[in-house]
């Protein structure tokens, strides 16, 4: 059996407090039932863009889901450190990427700021959510989907835009791939 996470945890618990099934979350989301209950089990770390979702749906914050403590400000992220700062241990997932929150412990944030490593395999995969997201590459290729539209950004672009629009990144060249991102999702 699978041990329980504390992002799963924290869904569940937000879940039960708005008397919300998991059908009726999975509706609002648009996620599947069954990934939904692997998550809430901790059988499955939800990628970036699911946990968006989730906790739209639930009506809280991103990060709402990945602070583990308060640190008062300024939150500072060591480079040395960024390996050990998985994003609430979510780590590497399905679709080829491990996230690394850069705000960890500052929960009264408007913006979620991440370095997201992309495998030199990731999945061309597309999602939307309200709000806008900033990327920064730093290294490697990375291939930037928004809409219909396939950008390519090298180290020092970036890429600024509306997160209404089916977007999604990965790795080119068969290579990986390091980026900066701020989302920023109003609520």
Aim: include cysteine; proline fraction near 4%; glycine fraction near 10%.
């Amino acid at each position: 059996m699978a041990k329980e996470t504390s992002v799963g945890k924290r869904i569940r618990t937000y879940r039960e407090r708005l008397d919300m099934s998991i059908y009726d979350l999975a509706q609002k989301c648009g996620i599947d039932e069954k990934v939904i209950n692997s998550i809430e089990k901790g059988q499955v770390m939800p990628a970036l863009g699911v946990l968006t979702k989730l906790s739209r749906a639930l009506g809280q914050r991103l990060g709402t889901f990945m602070d583990d403590q308060f640190k008062p400000d300024p939150i500072i992220t060591r480079a040395k450190d960024l390996g050990a700062r998985k994003v609430a241990k979510e780590g590497s997932n399905t679709l080829g990427y491990a996230s690394h929150s850069l705000a960890l412990g500052k929960p009264d944030r408007h913006m979620d700021p991440f370095r997201i490593e992309f495998d030199k395999n990731g999945v061309d995969e597309v999602s939307s959510h309200e709000g806008e997201e900033l990327i920064i590459c730093i290294a490697g290729e990375v291939e930037l989907t928004y809409g219909n539209e396939k950008s390519v950004l090298k180290p020092g672009d970036t890429a600024y835009y509306n997160s209404v629009v089916k977007h999604g990144l990965r790795a080119l060249g068969g290579k990986p791939a390091s980026i900066y991102g701020v989302v920023f999702m109003p609520f």
